[in-house]
């Protein structure tokens, strides 16, 4: 009986020096963490305050060319895009002429009916409207 106590004792004091090094190993970090980032915070004012009278002087040169830096990047990020997009749209009418069924040839060719079917009922509906009109105008 003695033995089995002796062995929850050691079980238990096992855990405790395990989780106090746990809390220790985590308030070093943090702790260095937490300076860390103070120090980065003096470093960013110090910095701020050295390079604001720079951005005063240069901002009639700066704010140009930070806009038309902005705007070429803009614009080749535009074209990329469009270029990406062109080529997709090719690769897609490429597969659908040449029978692949690429996704979405399907709902295209159900749309392509409904269209024609539509446009044959309004062709019909102008036939029999222009045949009455033509009719009516003749009666007076």
């Keep these: 009986m003695a033995e089995h106590q002796q062995q929850s004792q050691r079980q238990d004091q096992h855990p405790r020096s395990h989780q106090v090094v746990k809390a220790a190993t985590a308030a070093t970090a943090g702790g260095s963490l937490l300076v860390l980032s103070g120090l980065i915070l003096v470093g960013t004012v110090i910095a701020l305050t050295v390079v604001t009278p720079l951005f005063v002087i240069f901002s009639p040169v700066l704010v140009p060319a930070v806009i038309a830096v902005a705007l070429i990047v803009a614009g080749f990020l535009a074209s990329g895009g469009f270029g990406v997009a062109a080529v997709t749209v090719l690769s897609w009418i490429y597969r659908y002429v040449t029978g692949r069924q690429p996704p979405g040839a399907e709902q295209l060719d159900q749309a392509r009916m409904k269209l024609a079917s539509k446009a044959r009922e309004m062709k019909d509906r102008a ?14």
């Design 127 to 140: 036939e029999q409207f222009g045949q009455q009109h033509v009719s009516g105008g003749q009666g007076s």
